[in-house]
């Protein structure tokens, strides 16, 4: 029987590999010419259609009134302050409402999770809070706290930490009690068994639910804004609501995109980070969110 050298089977290998990466670079080109294709059409149309009169652009705004409006801030700055501080504001209460969210729900999660008695006690009251509408939530917060940043980071949080509770929970309860059974035989305390077995299985479930906890973290601070604030992107949204200033609104709300847009390639490159002892087929199975 012949048999391939070892030389050969490199050289197979190498050209696999390499028709591999071609491939998904051209898949990456391809999704990148199409995303920008639609904003193209979006944006030429808006534009032609309020040069046009087919859309009012009092009500509508337009894509060179959005630029014109950021450009101003950026120069001149907002009725309260400049507009890098509003940004930075509502971007700082997001981040800690996002830490505080994720690490409460983690640890109630993992808990709630472990001990069935807690989760038959406690649960029918995180589903209480859970159905509150958030509005009412933010308003609370704000009569409590104040219009300062801890009311926003209050609300910001409440919003990530469900996300992340539920995820958790029934990643720990998914866990293969094979494996907390063997570690159990072998020795290990019931601590062991949550930090080495338990919660390394459920961080598929948990880091899943990062890349929605991230865009209610930003929610939850805009709302706050909107509720009550001395500033921040909220505050200048509904300053140019109250005003008619579409393009003011339609500018303000670019920029949240872009944040987003930033904090889950951020959360992107943490995840491969988290999951890189997963199997390569299962790690880019979590990411594409197949």
Do not use: C
Request: aromatic content about 10%; proline content about 3%; charged content about 10%.
């Amino acid at each position: 029987m012949a048999t391939t050298p070892p030389a050969a089977r490199a050289d197979d290998e190498l050209t696999i590999s390499t028709q591999a990466r071609t491939r998904r670079t051209r898949h990456r080109q391809l999704v990148i010419l199409g995303q920008a294709g639609i904003a193209l059409v979006v944006i030429l149309g808006w534009q032609i259609g309020a040069l046009t009169g087919f859309i009012d652009p009092f009500f509508f705004g337009s894509p060179s009134g959005i630029v014109i409006r950021l450009a101003d801030w950026a120069m001149n700055g907002t009725a309260y302050g400049s507009f890098w501080l509003q940004i930075w504001t509502t971007l700082e209460e997001a981040l800690l409402g996002f830490a505080a969210g994720v690490t409460s729900g983690i640890f109630f999660g993992v808990l709630l999770g472990e001990v069935p008695y807690l989760a038959e006690v406690i649960g029918p009251y995180i589903k209480i809070v859970n159905a509150l509408p958030r509005i009412v939530l933010g308003s609370i917060f704000v009569m409590w706290l104040g219009l300062g940043l801890p009311s926003k980071v209050m609300l910001a949080a409440v919003l990530v930490f469900f996300v992340v509770f539920f995820n958790a929970f029934q990643g720990v309860r998914s866990v293969d009690r094979n494996l907390v059974s063997n570690a159990r035989i072998l020795g290990a305390s019931r601590l062991q068994v949550v930090w080495h077995v338990v919660f390394p299985s459920a961080m598929t479930w948990i880091i899943a639910s990062l890349h929605v906890a991230l865009g209610f973290a930003i929610i939850g601070a805009i709302v706050g804004e909107f509720l009550g604030s001395q500033r921040g992107l909220g505050l200048v949204i509904a300053t140019a609501q109250n005003t008619f200033d579409a393009n003011g609104v339609f500018g303000a709300m670019i920029v949240i995109g872009g944040l987003a847009l930033s904090a889950e390639a951020a959360m992107s490159m943490l995840e491969r980070r988290l999951l890189a002892w997963q199997p390569a087929a299962t790690k880019e199975r979590d990411v594409q969110g197949v």
